[in-house]
């Protein structure tokens, strides 16, 4: 669409592709590699687009396959630039070499998953199974619920990976289908606010590519002797601190970000009419919104229900999930994807993990739904929010539900 | 909340409509989501695109169950699918047909109906029977819930240039202009 509307000129309507790209643009990034796959094609096409219009000045480098994309993004991040990619789906799982490479060489980039089902079944539509599947390679993840925070976080994002107390690569995700495709009015932030929030790449010279002082980056470490061992753990350590370190910068960037630009995201959590609630589900994405409203029907019937949306999924904000959710009777947890290990959701196991550490633990139960570009409606909430209601009665956990299996 | 969902074929522009839509009505001053529907990507393949207009915040990122709109762009897509699915007492609906109002069965949730022959006029305008923009003309005159001009201001930001755009102003016209409305009066039960 990419339609800036004339009365009012900060104002357009674009979908979740065309959001990212123009963060991409805003954030005055130097370098983009591409290779296009289904539902993350048009961002490719914005990004082509924008470059050719003159509004983006990078440079672009299409590529044979997504193996290649995150190759040739590491020569450029270590050579000082800023860059950005996105992909899902098979694309990521083909990129998954140089994708486990990026956080231990301590990369500072951008990549959006725009999030797929993965195969097979064949399946070319939405859901969180790829980005799921990569959730302990050491990628910060950030998921969004509109489109509007698709281009505000793709921005905050280079502001959380290129902090010297995290250098670390940053996927946001946004979903397939629902934001990818689907089209909102967008609040276009000024280039002079973005250059206010996000200032030059700060590039870390210790570890980069410089023609005058030629040095060998990512030599053979570790091994059983010598200072092998030790030189090893130090490089995790400090990846697993930069990780934890992160909480602090992103909760930090949101409050840059609504002090300059004005506009207020939840970093870590969302607590929505969490007050005196009794039952409360759990979200992840574009699904929220639908929750919500399920949320306000069941208040207007007089039900103590609230809802907590995870924003950073990785790290997993433990200590702000235990708080958002200490004192509730029973919690649902949905997932839009699946762990085969578990026999339930991903978000799932973290947050049970994460109840430990509440002051009163609730009994939580797993819903899945909206899998391969199915839907997840006030419904489908209204569904859960009745079983969640049940458990937090008897106390009783019972079998994972499958929010689609009927529809 | 107005929920609208347009009916059409692969290649005939359903998803665009709704962009176009979108982009007039937040030119209206509105909130709108616009989502399509995710079909096969193919030529033919009967499309859906859903989108909802309200005062406020749309926060529901989903598909449209319960229509108070359905908008058809193309004239045989109500056989290969039930465009009438779910939808709202007192709806309304827009057709693409040659067809007077006495030939075509209308269900009993709907009370206004509007009519464009627009695959005729397309012909005539574009030499090809693309029908989005006609019929958003066709929505314009038959609802009132956007004007003319917000839809002409729409097109003329999108990416159309020169040519085709002067053809798809030429073709909002002709929608407007060219569709006929009918108000049908419910029948009450005695």
């Known amino acids: 669409m990419s339609a800036v509307l004339k009365s009012k000129p900060k104002a357009i309507v674009c979908d979740g592709n065309e959001a990212a790209a123009w963060a991409v643009t805003l954030a005055r990034v130097d370098m983009v590699a591409v290779y296009p796959i289904t539902p993350q094609s048009s961002l490719v096409e914005y990004l082509a687009k924008f470059v050719a219009d003159g509004k983006l000045n990078a440079e672009i480098i299409d590529v044979e396959g997504e193996h290649s994309v995150l190759s040739v993004l590491h020569g450029g991040t270590l050579a000082g630039a800023r860059t950005y990619t996105g992909t899902c789906g098979p694309g990521l799982a083909f990129m998954f070499e140089p994708y486990l490479r990026t956080p231990g060489l301590r990369m500072p980039m951008v990549m959006s998953i725009v999030t797929r089902d993965t195969l097979t079944p064949q399946s070319v539509w939405g859901g969180h199974q790829d980005a799921m599947s990569v959730r302990e390679v050491g990628w910060i993840q950030m998921y ?76 053979l470490t570790g091994g059983a002797g010598g200072p092998g061992p030790s030189m090893f753990v130090r490089y995790r350590k400090g990846q697993c601190s930069g990780m934890q370190n992160s909480l602090a910068v992103i909760e930090a960037a949101h409050e840059d970000w609504a002090r300059i630009v004005g506009r207020r995201h939840a970093p870590l959590v969302e607590s929505y009419r969490m007050d005196d609630a009794e039952t409360a589900l759990v979200t992840l994405g574009s699904m929220t919104g639908a929750g919500k409203d399920a949320v306000d029907e069941a208040r207007d019937r007089g039900e103590r229900v609230g809802l907590v949306k995870v924003k950073t999924y990785r790290p997993f904000p433990v200590q702000a ?39 009163q633990r609730p009994a939580a139960m797993s819903f899945i739904g909206g899998l391969a570009g199915a839907d997840i409606t006030t419904d489908h909430f209204g569904r859960v929010i009745e079983r969640t209601q049940a458990l937090a009665k008897d106390g009783q956990v019972g079998e994972t539900v499958w929010l689609n299996e009927k529809d | 909340m107005y929920e609208i969902r347009i009916h059409g074929r692969g290649g005939q522009g359903a998803v665009m409509a709704g962009g176009i839509l979108a982009t007039a009505m937040v030119h209206e001053g509105h909130y709108v989501v616009a989502v399509p529907s995710f079909g096969f990507e193919r030529r033919g393949a009967p499309v859906a695109s859903f989108l909802r207009m309200d005062t406020r915040e749309i926060r529901q990122m989903t598909n449209i169950y319960r229509p108070d709109c359905v908008l058809c762009i193309d004239p045989t897509v109500g056989r290969a699918v039930n465009v009438f699915d779910g939808m709202r007492d007192n709806g309304t609906w827009l057709q693409t047909t040659a067809k007077p109002l006495a030939e075509l069965q209308v269900p009993d949730q709907v009370t206004t109906v509007g009519l464009c022959d627009a695959v005729t006029h397309a012909l005539d305008i574009f030499k090809r029977p693309i029908t989005n923009t006609l019929m958003l003309g066709a929505f314009a005159k038959t609802t009132g819930l956007v004007s003319l001009d917000s839809l002409r201001a729409a097109l003329e930001d999108s990416d159309f240039r020169d040519a085709g755009l002067k053809q798809n102003l030429l073709a909002l016209e002709r929608g407007f202009n060219e569709t006929v409305v009918h108000i049908i009066e419910k029948k009450v039960a005695a």
């Open chain 1, 144 to 219: 969004c619920e509109t489109v509007q925070e698709v281009l505000d976080t793709t921005i905050m994002g280079y502001k959380v990976a290129e902090h010297r107390d995290v250098m670390l690569p940053v996927n946001v995700c946004h979903d397939g289908n629902y934001l990818s495709y689907g089209a909102t009015r967008v609040e276009l932030p000024t280039q002079e606010e973005v250059d206010a929030f996000l200032p030059p790449p700060a590039t870390n010279w210790h570890a980069a590519l410089d023609p005058d002082r030629p040095m060998a980056v990512d030599p």
């Open chain 1, 321 to 359: 999930i235990a708080k958002a959710l200490s004192g509730v009777k029973a919690v649902g947890v949905v997932d839009r994807s699946v762990s085969f290990g578990w026999n339930s959701g991903p978000l799932y196991q973290d947050v049970i993990g994460a109840l430990q550490f509440a002051t």
